[in-house]
């Protein structure tokens, strides 16, 4: 199933008619922009085009008043003066003859798009629009918005749809109060907004975007803020916020399809937002947020002002959403003081309406104040600043690197020793015949007695062939199987392989019964992760093991918690699964295990699998490597206290060493 682009050239027409600073970054450019980028890098190809229709007025009405309606309208018949003393009756908000109709536009190109997910014709999409939506009142325009696209299309996916759960994400980096206003008492609409907000002192200078607004009534704790109190967020700190915030409400409230109000102000070089995430920071977003709903996630284009950041943020999003890998993040990651004291006092508002959230320790730590210098993070400057200009110099960078054209997505291959198993797979994916050369595997084989036998020597081949594979850039990523006596040894040659063929740092994550491989150097360039057993520990900041959990929310935990953050701060170029003798692992959390690990790891994934393992099994890693959405994990189960316990000892154990573990600021 493939991904849809909603689009009308019609958006272009709305633009500011006079002289007015706040409004002019709003422009018809935008879109363009966009567009072109998506037609260079041979995305707008892949994807299946849709020409956005207007929305009806009965379609406004879900949850726009009449006459806010008939006012837009009658803007239709205005002149230039009369349309800007119109404008001047709302919040940064221009008027334009074409307005009724773009924003009609805009409306129903999200409509669209959500029809094309929930009947099945797409998996996935992004609406390109304007005027963006999520500011948008029900009686009221704001902040560039007129009708409020999202707000739209959620309560048309109940209305039309029948759905119960819908997450919206508002990634944006203004909060998006209308968004909020309108479903703040609605349990059946989960509301997420990070935003600038400087203690109150940025636009919209709302007390209600701060992380104390939880929603009110039944919808209490279905409105989720978290304000950034300094700019220059970047990659670790957006990272962050997804894995200890986000994703943890989000698998527990388990929703059925996945908005996303896709604003790029949040993106470097934005004059708006001036953060630092760079654009394949929103490859990784885009990605956690596929593993929710069966992938089913509708992207509706907000704001985004830097129109270089803009085009590539946006390539980013829509090549991810075609199931490509995502780029390694740049950069350290480290999340900054600022962004862990936000994320721990969201966090902390939010721990009563969601037990996902009551394992971590949530104890209020006061705000400090806004002269406060964190550590590691210059303080907020002024437009035209620092902070400006290694914006500039890392943005220009990353453009001269060659936009691949057309992007040929490289595809995961499956090495199979027992051939009579039938795997269905996706069409692109291969079955590996190939093998290394015999002497190389005898080589290989001579160091490990266990690898003696006929079968296990066919594997072994495969498995060399298939790792050169990935690390030559032919595939991207795989599947071996191999006989059960030999799954240490074949694991301890793909990692030694591994590292002589050019990974640089390698992350495996060894389920079941499987231990550090003995010769192994302790240098750093191997971090072990063993899930098994009942023990947690932390032999070193290489070297971690931790019970596997045995319930659900354990699981998800155990992976937001301590494997992604690990796997995020570690930047590994090669991770190794491997289901090892009694792994004790479901399909479904072996699918989410392996597609979460893409992420941190280019895509470049290889799992192994014991030969007795079901076709079943091979098949859905197949699929989630191929960069399917995985299976869902059913009801949402708390984690119980002994998984809880391992969890917090080893955060206490590591996150002094590896920083994307903190989700509280260090006290000193
Ligand atoms: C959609 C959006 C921003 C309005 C800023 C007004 N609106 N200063 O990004
Ligand atoms: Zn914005």
Redesign the pocket.
Known sequence: MGTALVYHEDMTATRLLWDDP??EI?RPERLTAALDRLRKCGLEQRCLRLSAREASEEELGLVHSPDYVSLVRETQVLGKEELQALSGQF??IYFHPSTFHCARLAVGAALQLVDAVLTGVVQNGLALVRP?G??SQRAAAN???VFNNVAIAAAHAKQKHGLHRILIVDW???HGQGIQYLFEDDPSVLYFSWHRYEHGRF??FLRESDADAVGRGQGLGFTVNLPWNQVGMGNADYVAAFLHLLLPLAFEFDPELVLVSA?F?SAIGDP?GQMQATPECFAHLTQLLQVLAGGRVCAVL????HLESLAESVCMTVRTLLGDPAPPLSGPMVPCQSALESIQSACAAQAPHWKSLQLQDVTPVPTSPSTHSPEGRPPPLLPGGPVCKTAASALSSLLDQPCLYPAPPLCPAVALTAPDITLVLPPDVTQQEGSALNEETEAWARAHESLAQDETLTALGKLLYLLDGMLDGQVSSGIVATPPSAAAATLDVAIQRGLSHGAQRLLCVALGQLDWPPDLAHDGRILWLNIRGKEAAALSMFQVSTPLPVVTGGFLSCILGLVLPLAYGFQPDLVLVALGPAHGLQGPHAALLTSMLRGPAGGRVLALLEEDSTPQLAGILARVLHGEAPPSLGPYSVASPEDAQALRYLRGQLERQWKMLQCRPQTR
């Not at 907000?302 to 002002?305: D, I, P, Q, T, V």
């Open positions: 706040e409004c709003e919040d940064a963006p999520h500011h902040g560039f918005c944006d980096v203004h636009w919209p604003g102000d708006e907000e704001g985004g002002y």
